[in-house]
């Protein structure tokens, strides 16, 4: 019997009704936002991700499916979002015609790591990226857009850490100055590390390896390496958030880096007590070189993505949740009622009214148990005596309730008990 490839898992009915619950509350605020849907291919040149990424970061000495095609060409399986939609961006034109865009994308991601809670190696994520401004107030934007699908979606008691970077030559100053401290402490660090210092001193603080990253970060508490531009830019980027519902969710963090070079300025995790050691539900930032470094013009961009399997994980248990896939279930007595019961059910499907029956003649009990079972609001009962009467009887599932209703007047009935309820 074939099993599905570790860390790579099905996601089954029962289940997938919950993630989509997610995803259209995801969708409405983004949209309320004025955001636009992207779809990108979930394969790519390897060196769109060598390129941006970071040729010393972990996804692409680690953690990429990578492989030759055909073609002889080196691809991967997407690791992340960010690259992809510029490379899109870019090659679209959208810089000529249209340069400031603001996307959002909800798509599977793959990476080759050590399968564990939240971390698999097809993994989803919610996105959305900003392209064309280097206003701060776009920044506290994007922040405000993650909080908000994080309330939309039930989350409670998340941290969003902020951290500022600086611009391109701060960093420089930054990896200088670490690999100047970091150097007599070399032989503390693990073999990865002490590779990083040669390459990429920042990597160091993002190792996975608390004593790697301890021995980092205290080193990272005597330097200055910020200019005024990125202070004051970090500064308008708080000034906005003052007053907003994401304020009191914001904390300064000056050792958050993130994991992939592109990364500048402004840079955020948001973690959950929920998720234990790998507490980040997703993460995000500038990357104001990013559509220069891929060929196009220099503009501004920001984004960030959070983890579907880790929301799911954090999201408040009693958040109210889809357990099936029927508003309205039809109930049915005998083989005469079963034929009504089909066509009404048709009738309430066109109407845009989700509902489902029993096909196999079930006792009225057992009806009633998969009723409760898809989280049914309503149920429509019919046996003999309601076929004799031309009626239905409508049964409230959650106050038990019952009232009767004639079939011509079946569709007003329901959509008028339907609207007692907040679907």
Known sequence: MYKALRGMNDILPGVSRIWQDVEKNAISVLRQFGYSEIRTPVMEEKGLFVKSVGGETDIVTKEMFSFRDRGERDVVLRPEGTAPIVRAYLEANLHKTDPFQKFYYIEPMFRSERPQAGRLRQFHQIGAEVIGSLNPVVDAEIILLLAAILDKN??????????????????????????????????????????????????????????????????????????????????????????????????????????????????????????????????????????????????????FALGVERML??????????????????????????????????????????????????????????????????????????????????????TKEQISAKFTDMLKTVNEKLKTYSL
């Open 313 to 398: 994980m954090a999201r408040s248990k009693d958040t109210a949740v889809f357990k099936g896939s029927a508003t309205v279930y039809v109930a049915t007595i005998g083989e005469k009622a079963a034929k009504e019961g089909f066509k009404i059910t048709n009738e309430l499907r066109i109407a845009g009214i989700e509902c489902n029956m029993n096909y196999e003649g079930s006792s009225l009990k057992s009806q009633m148990r998969d009723a409760d079972k898809l989280g049914s609001v309503l149920t429509i009962i019919i046996g003999d005596d309601e076929l004799a009467k031309g009626e239905i009887v409508l049964r409230d599932m959650r």
């Open 154 to 303: 039930g989350i409670k008691d998340y941290t969003i850490r902020l951290n500022n970077l600086g611009c391109h030559d701060d960093k420089i100053r930054l990896s200088g100055a670490l690999k100047a401290q970091l150097s007599d402490k070399e032989v503390l660090l693990c073999d990865d590390c002490k590779k990083r210092l040669q390459k990429n001193p920042l990597r160091v603080l993002d190792c996975k390896k608390d004593s790697c990253r301890n021995i980092a970060r205290s080193a990272l508490k005597s330097i200055d390496f910020l200019c005024e531009n990125c202070k004051n830019h970090f500064a308008g980027v708080k000034e906005c958030l003052k007053g907003t519902s994401a304020e009191k969710k914001c904390v300064d963090d000056p050792y958050i880096v993130r994991g992939l070079d592109y990364y500048t300025s402004t840079v955020f995790e948001v973690s959950h007590p929920a998720l234990g050691a790998q507490d980040a539900i997703g993460a995000g930032g500038r990357y104001d070189n990013l559509v220069k470094d891929m060929g196009g013009p220099a503009l501004g961009a920001v984004g």
